[in-house]
RNA sequence: GUGGUCGUAGCUCAGUUGGUUAGAGCAUCAGGUUGUGAUCCUGAGGGUCGGGGGUUCGAAUCCCCUCGAUCACCCCA
């Protein structure tokens, strides 16, 4: 009576083929990018204290109000990352390695958000990391490395905004001419911005809501307030950009939705996309943050690209399509004995992609499975095969069937792969 | 968390102003004589119409609740 019934919670679901190898491709793909360009990579838990996350910033939603958190038997507070930098800076103060840290990682990240398009509770993102050195020539391969993948995956369909926070020590000034400008005019600001402006005046800027278009156009802009040296490291992450060619755009009202960064950040858009959440990745500089967690005072720059929303901006282009794992082989076999299974163990060693049927099925049923499985070539047997040591390969498209030696079979069969 | 739309077979959907055993296409399976796929023909299986309650002689159809999906706001990957 009580028929139990589960699925998938809310904002996660389950990948099927061929969705799920296309998504193994994009993050291999993204792997031999980042190890082309000297990344290791990091494979840290998938949770933590919680004071690892609590220092993104206490007034992001990330932490306020969208993160797993949890006690373990003992009382431990923890919680499921929501991203992975702050797991990167801690494993950077755990670990000490030399720097400049270069590493990168693929995997799943958690936030309780209400589901949608191209938002999930659990999603997948790349990343690379970079700790141990303030050269912007880092920020500026981090966001080649993000670039030259992207191309690799073949979506051309993106814009880079670019932008710099300056340091904390100019930011005081900065926002108090924020404060003061917004102030100024609060009777126009609507009211959802009047409650960021309390928490944090930066953020503001970011608001997409019509009514304070006008208002952040004519905010003051941080690139007036910069000091001489996040100038000059602005200047060299623009032409280091330049000079490899890298198209960007420079958002003076780009901020980001974490607390910890400075100077450059930078945000990858997808113009094909029509779904609110455009943004298919981002990242920048977060001078700061492994001390806060307790290491160094080492600064850092990284990325992370959303997995899913690079791949929803991929479909937009209809490009990158699921790779192909299906079978070359398929064992067609009606003796009731060993044989399939002797000969496709002999066929899969020698390296093929080799399915059949089971459960004793017709010939006729098994031939229809292999025409649908879309391998390439048959290997027929049946009774007579069996007795007179042969098999039947027959090519699943106009070529003729043979019959050959069994002990030729993988040889034969190979043959069949050359053309 | 707030709001809009939606929820009928594995998939895509149809179901007229509430009226008899809820349909189609695709898919699946089995046949169309002796061991051979994609086409074609025939047949079969498969649904407590998301779940619960209510109105009614009668509900997939009307009302309420609930769960889920989806889109948007917020925020972000």
Redesign the pocket.
């Known amino acids: ?1 009580a ?1 139990v ?1 589960f ?7 389950d990948l099927l083929p061929p969705a799920s190898d296309r998504m193994r491709a994009l993050v291999q793909a993204f792997a031999a990018e980042a190890e082309q360009a000297g990344f290791g990579q990091i494979v840290p838990p998938m949770f933590e204290d919680l004071g690892v996350f609590t220092r993104l910033g206490e007034a ?3 932490v306020k109000k ?1 993160l797993y958190a949890f006690e373990d038997m003992g009382g431990r507070k923890q919680a499921l990352r929501p ?1 992975f930098t702050a797991s990167v800076c801690r494993a950077y103060a755990q670990h000490r390695p030399l720097t400049p840290w270069k590493t990168w990682y693929a995997g799943p ?1 958690f ?1 309780q ?9 659990q ?3 790349v990343g690379a990391e970079v700790i141990g050195s303030h050269d912007p020539d880092l920020d500026v391969e981090l966001i080649a490395l993000a670039w030259r993948f992207y191309q690799r995956v073949g979506l051309t369909n993106i814009t880079l905004l670019l932008n710099t926070l300056g340091d904390k020590a100019e930011r005081p000034a900065y926002l108090a001419a924020l404060q003061d400008h917004f102030n100024a005019n609060l009777d126009s600001l ?1 009211e ?2 009047r409650e ?1 402006l309390a928490i944090n005046p930066l ?2 800027l ?4 019509p009514p304070d278009q006008p208002l952040i156009e004519a905010a003051p802009k941080i690139l007036d307030f910069l000091s001489e040296d996040a100038a000059k490291a602005f200047e060299r992450v623009k032409a280091g950009l330049d000079t490899l060619g890298v198209a960007y755009e420079v958002a003076p009202r780009l ?4 607390d910890y960064y400075t100077r450059t950040t930078f ?2 858009v997808g113009s094909g996309l ?10 920048g500089r977060y001078d700061g943050l492994v001390a806060d967690l307790g290491g160094p005072d080492e600064p850092g720059v990284g990325f ?7 791949l929803l901006a991929l479909d937009a282009e209809d490009a990158f399509p699921a790779a192909d794992c299906q079978p070359q082989v398929f064992l ?1 076999c ?1 003796t009731g004995g060993f044989e399939a299974m002797v000969a496709s163990d002999e066929l899969r060693r020698a390296g093929l992609r080799v399915d059949r049927s089971f459960d004793h ?12 499985s879309n391998a390439q070539v ?1 290997v ?6 069996a ?2 040591g042969t098999v ?1 390969i ?5 070529r003729p ?1 043979f019959s050959t030696g069994r002990s030729e079979m993988t040889e034969k069969v190979k043959e069949q792969f050359l053309s």
Do not use: C, H, W
């Not at 027959?394 to 106009?398: N, Q």
């Open positions: 009576m028929r019934s699925q998938t919670l809310p904002g996660t679901r992001t939603d990330v969208e991203e990240a936030r958000e209400k589901p949608q398009k191209g938002r999930y509770r999603f997948d993102q609507s959802k911005s960021t953020r503001v970011d608001s997409k809501r901020v980001r939705g974490l945000e990858f029509d779904a609110a959440q455009n943004a298919v990745g981002g990242g992370a690209l959303g997995v899913d929303r690079t067609v009606t099925r017709s010939m006729k049923a098994q031939m229809k499975a292999a025409n649908r048959a027929i047997i049946g009774p007579d095969e007795e007179n039947s027959r090519p699943l498209d106009d069937q």
